[in-house]
Each structure stands twice: as C-alpha cells, then as structure tokens.
C-alpha cells in the first residue's frame, strides 16, 4: 500500500490499514474487524433485548463510510446476505427495522461518535489510496431507471455533471497515491511532483516546459514577477527529472503497475455488468515510440520497416479487450538483453530480448487481479518460447503467424490445402494442421527447442494488413474436416479482432504521454508509462460515468471524448495549483 505508514491513526484506522488492499470490499473488512474494545462505552451493554453490539456498531460505521441512511441499513441487509453475515447478524434472525432508525443509533452511539466519524473518515481515504471500492461513491453511484430515453442534450448534461465528480475522485485515488523521490526537506509537497508530470502530460510537453505552464496558471499576472519556473514553492522540470532518474527501471514499473491495477479494479464492478466474459480476454502487443537521438544506447532498437523512422524505444502492454474498450493492465519495457535472465536460456548466444519472458513478465502482473482465459497476441511474439508459456499456464492463444520461407510455400499452397470446402455461402475456406512445429530457445532448455501447437489458414481478407491468406497458430479446439468444423474453427480465430482497437489505443496513450529530449530511458520509460495511467483513467471516468446515469452499454469509442477528458483534467489541475 502506498499509505504512509506513519501517518497518525486511530486504532481503527489502523486495524483498516492492515486488511483493506486494491480491490477489497467490505464483507472482508467487516469480517477482519475487531470492535469489542468499544462496547464498554455500550449504554446497552448487559440489555438481553439489545441487538448486538459488534454488528450494530459495524453496521453504523458502514453508514457512515458509504453515506448511508442508517434507515436504508435493515433492506440493504436483507438483500445482501454475505454483508450481513461478514458483520455478525444472523441472517435469518435479523434485528427490527425500528432498530436501525437514525434515532436510537445516535443514543445507543452517542459517546462513541467522535470515534466512528474519525474511523469512517480514515477508511474512506485508506480504501481511494489503496484502490479499494470501500467508501467509494465512484463504484456504487445511484443508478437513473434503465430503459429510459434520454435525449442528447439530457445525456451530455449529466456527462458533465457526473464526470467532474467521478474524475475528482478518481484523481485522488489514482494520479497522488504513490511517491516519487524527493530531496531532504523539500519546499514543495509529494503531489506537486505528480502535478507537474500530469500537466506535462496533458500539454504534450516536456518537463520545463510543464513547469513554465504551472508557474502561469500559479501566477497568472504577467507583471507580477517570479522566481522560479513553478513559482516559489513548487518543483522545477529538472526537480523532477532528477527525481525520476533516481527510479530504476523496475522501479518505475512497480509504481506504474500498480496504480494500473487500481483503475481496472475500480472498473471491473461495471464491465462485469456490461459483459461477463470481458475479463478473460487478454492482447498482449508492442508499441513503438520514435527516437531521433543518439545510437547505440542500450535500449534504442531498430524500428520496423513499416515506420516512417529508423529507430525507437519498444513497450509491450497486456490489455483487457472486448466489445466495449481496451484497459491497461500490464506494461512492462523492451529492447535491452540486460533486463531479462538471458542465463535461463542455456547454451543460447542470442543477446535480444525475448519474447517469452516479456510475456511471462506482462502476465505475473496481470494474473495476479485478472482471471485470464484467451490471450490474443501480436506477431512479434510467434516463438516457441511463448508457445511453451501460455501453455504451461493452461492459458489459452491465438497468434498470428509471420509469412517465413515454410509458411509462404503453405500459403501458395493454400487452394490446393484446404479440405473439403463446398462452395457456398454456408462453407468456410481454411485449412487446419494440428501439431505444428515451432523450433527456438525455450526457458531452461538446452538449445533449440521444439514446440507443437495448431496452424490455421484463413482465406485471405480485405481488411487485413497480411496480404493472402492469414495464418494464425492456435491451442483452441480446431479442425477442418467437416463444414460444421471450420464454421467454428473460422469463430474462433476471428474473435482476434476483439484487438481491433489497440492501435487506436496506442495512439490515445502517446497523446497522455509527456515527450522529452533526455537521453536517459528511465525519463522516457516513465513518461510512456504515465501516459498508460491517464489512459485508463479517462476510460474508467467514461465507463463510470456511462454508469452513474444508467446508460452504460456495449460502444466501439468512449462517450467522452480523450480530448474532453484532458480539458477536464486540465481545469481540475489548474484549481489544485491555485489553491493557497
């Protein structure tokens, strides 16, 4: 957790701060907690007609965290069987309605207020930095009657209304809960550090560029001189570059990762709503960012041919997918051969990253939250290395398969190659080889390495950047042998396209991401890293607030737009500078 340990809490507070983690809600909470240390202050205490004084007392302090009406806390009881019993009622024995009137909760309380209102308070603030649900009106916002239309004018209304208060929320919980270095004694405070990166962000600028633009919107007079280029009391662009260079590598992909992983627990709730499976379905993809400076450095690669530079840094990112939108829920850094354990690839004298274990890397992060089922990756990573991976992982793949000298002889095969195909509209043309070789290092095998999984052809398609027909390799159930057979099979594969929006994706992700001419690729690890966060965090303000006026539903793009998003942020980082 981020929370600073040595922050003054009380005792509950404390015992919070031990259990609530991302993604922990209240039946575990009220389970862990321990309240008989209070009941002393019970004025009911020895009364056999009382209700208990645990589950009343956590009941209460619910009320207070979620700004409940302690009157709504009897029916919520009732239809939520694993709360009630996680704070210690009986189901089917549950008090009176009457026992819950705010009332005779104020008189049976009265002497232990100030000790719930200052525990609700730090459960709230312990839950946003942890990126747990608890206290978080963001995750449970009351919900308009489904079925109603709602006009354009109505709907964009309640968009902006919704939406500045979600993204207020979320600011807190997801841009200012982790720490960057800072020097001894600073004049500036952790948040402007954070600030300043964002703000950089959303102007697509680099450091001091951002620290200019804060020190306008501190001190908008232009007749009123400064000192500095965050006005007296804030970090400079180098302040923040050194701190930056203080991270390592893994450093930075720990804070980011983790932060990563708040937003989509905050969204799952919703996208579970939207779509049950959409949380099975995981793209793992490259992208590229151009570099026009110095060769030579460890971790600048050649860039593709495709591209219009020579060269640029790799990220590879695991993205939750489906009908609806594209989560970050993995990122990790590409191109140095000194980043990964080239030792657990004896006999090898490849130098190069490896595909293998940046997949194996992406998913410790993902799986730790993330139940994975199907993983739809990019061609780069066709290698027996990630063949071997997923399925030592039972984890289910398709991956397109890159036309090398066997399979371009397949593919000018491929009329001759197909089985069975009648020629109508209720056939599908494709071809199927089971047990397909893959030959290449393999983690902690000796030398090369055989693997085996599925090739399937696809006839060639219009919309594809592949040109003939399309090869993919596959461990799902496929065949060829008869119509039914490649119906499915053809089913299958093409749920690939479920990845259709990563590249717009990435291209959202550079727009939030700041740009800088430093040489040192913790900056620019860093800078694309952030981006990542700001992406989610526009696509979880959208989901979020798609909820919070009843009309979330099934959408190729967001209903608020990136650029809208970053003019909210933007304004909402202006009044943070300009509070005194």
């Known amino acids: 957790m981020t929370t600073d340990e040595s922050r003054a809490l009380s005792a509950l507070g404390r015992q919070a701060r031990d259990i609530i983690e991302t993604g922990t809600e209240w039946p575990e909470l009220a389970r862990k907690l321990d309240v008989t240390a209070y009941e002393r202050d019970d004025p009911y205490q020895g009364d056999h007609r009382a209700a208990d004084f645990q589950p009343m007392f956590i009941a209460y302090l619910y009320a207070l965290v979620e700004d409940e009406s302690p009157s709504a806390m009897h029916e919520l009881l009732e239809s939520n069987p694993e709360l009630t019993a996680a704070m210690g009622f009986d189901n089917d024995d549950l008090p009176s309605k009457s026992t819950f009137l705010p009332k005779r909760l104020d008189k049976r309380f009265s002497e232990l207020e100030p000790t719930l209102n200052t525990a609700s308070t730090e459960i709230t603030q312990l839950a946003r930095e942890a990126g747990s649900p608890i206290g978080n009106p963001v995750t449970d916002i009351d919900i308009?009657?489904?079925?109603?239309?709602?006009?354009?004018?109505?709907?964009?209304?309640?968009?902006?209304?919704?939406?500045?208060?979600?993204?207020?929320?979320?600011?807190?919980?997801?841009?200012?809960?982790?720490?960057?270095?800072?020097?001894?004694?600073?004049?500036?405070?952790?948040?402007?550090?954070?600030?300043?990166?964002?703000?950089?962000?959303?102007?697509?600028?680099?450091?001091?560029?951002?620290?200019?633009e804060m020190a306008r919107k501190k001190n908008?007079?232009?007749?009123?001189?400064?000192?500095?280029?965050?006005?007296?009391?804030?970090?400079?662009?180098?302040?923040?570059?050194?701190?930056?260079?203080?991270?390592?590598?893994?450093?930075?992909?720990?804070?980011?990762?983790?932060?990563?992983?708040?937003?989509?627990?905050?969204?799952k709730p919703k996208l579970d709503q939207l779509d049950k499976a959409f949380?099975?379905?995981?793209?793992?993809?490259?992208?590229?960012?151009?570099?026009?400076?110095?060769?030579?450095?460890?971790?600048?690669?050649?860039?593709?041919?495709?591209?219009?530079?020579?060269?640029?840094?790799?990220?590879?990112?695991?993205?939750?997918v489906g009908e609806n939108t594209h989560f970050v829920v993995a990122v990790e850094p590409l191109g140095s051969p000194n980043y990964l354990d080239n030792f657990a690839y004896p006999g090898s004298t490849e130098r190069s990253y490896r595909q293998g274990a940046i997949v194996r890397r992406l998913l410790d992060r993902a799986e730790d939250y993330v139940s994975i089922k199907v993983v739809y990756a990019d061609r780069a990573f066709y290698a027996a290395d990630?063949?071997?991976?997923?399925?030592?992982?039972?984890?289910?793949?398709?991956?397109?398969?890159?036309?090398?000298?066997?399979?371009?002889?397949?593919?000018?095969?491929?009329?001759?190659?197909?089985?069975?195909?009648?020629?109508?509209?209720q056939d599908i043309q494709l071809y199927v080889q089971q047990d397909y070789p893959l030959r290449g290092d393999v983690k902690g095998e000796l030398g090369d390495t055989m693997a085996y999984t599925s090739l399937v052809m696809l006839p060639p398609d219009e919309d594809s950047d592949i040109d003939g027909p399309q090869p993919f390799i596959t461990n799902l159930d496929v065949d060829d042998e008869i119509r039914l057979d490649r119906v499915r099979?053809?089913?299958?594969?093409?749920?690939?396209?479920?990845?259709?929006?990563?590249?717009?994706?990435?291209?959202?992700?550079?727009?939030?991401?700041?740009?800088?001419?430093?040489?040192?690729?913790?900056?620019?690890?860093?800078?694309?890293?952030?981006?990542?966060?700001?992406?989610?965090?526009?696509?979880?303000?959208?989901?979020?607030?798609?909820?919070?006026?009843?009309?979330?539903?099934?959408?190729?793009?967001?209903?608020?737009?990136l650029q809208r998003f970053l003019n909210k942020l933007d304004r909402q980082l202006s009044r943070r500078i300009n509070v005194e």
């Open 144 to 212: 308009e009657p489904e079925g109603e239309d709602v006009s354009e004018r109505t709907m964009d209304r309640l968009l902006r209304s919704k939406s500045n208060d979600i993204l207020n929320e979320l600011q807190e919980a997801g841009f200012f809960s982790f720490e960057l270095p800072q020097a001894e004694n600073p004049i500036y405070e952790q948040e402007d550090l954070l600030t300043h990166e964002t703000v950089a962000a959303l102007n697509n600028q680099a450091a001091n560029d951002a620290g200019k």
């Open 386 to 425: 990630v063949v071997t991976t997923l399925e030592n992982r039972e984890l289910y793949y398709v991956i397109p398969a890159p036309a090398r000298d066997r399979l371009k002889r397949k593919k000018s095969r491929f009329d001759a190659l197909k089985n069975g195909f009648a020629d109508n509209d």
């Open 220 to 267: 908008p007079d232009p007749d009123d001189p400064i000192d500095g280029p965050f006005y007296l009391d804030g970090p400079s662009g180098e302040t923040l570059l050194e701190s930056i260079k203080q991270l390592s590598v893994d450093e930075i992909g720990d804070i980011i990762n983790e932060t990563l992983e708040k937003t989509y627990q905050r969204a």
């Open 279 to 320: 949380n099975v379905q995981l793209a793992i993809d490259v992208t590229y960012v151009a570099y026009h400076g110095e060769r030579g450095l460890e971790w600048v690669s050649g860039a593709p041919d495709n591209k219009e530079y020579g060269w640029c840094h790799k990220f590879a990112t695991a993205v939750i």
């Open 489 to 561: 099979t053809a089913e299958k594969i093409r749920r690939y396209r479920f990845r259709g929006g990563i590249e717009t994706s990435y291209k959202s992700i550079k727009e939030c991401a700041a740009w800088t001419t430093s040489k040192e690729f913790e900056v620019r690890w860093f800078h694309f890293a952030f981006g990542c966060v700001i992406y989610n965090m526009w696509l979880l303000v959208d989901l979020l607030t798609q909820a919070s006026i009843g009309q979330i539903e099934s959408r190729t793009k967001p209903r608020i737009t």
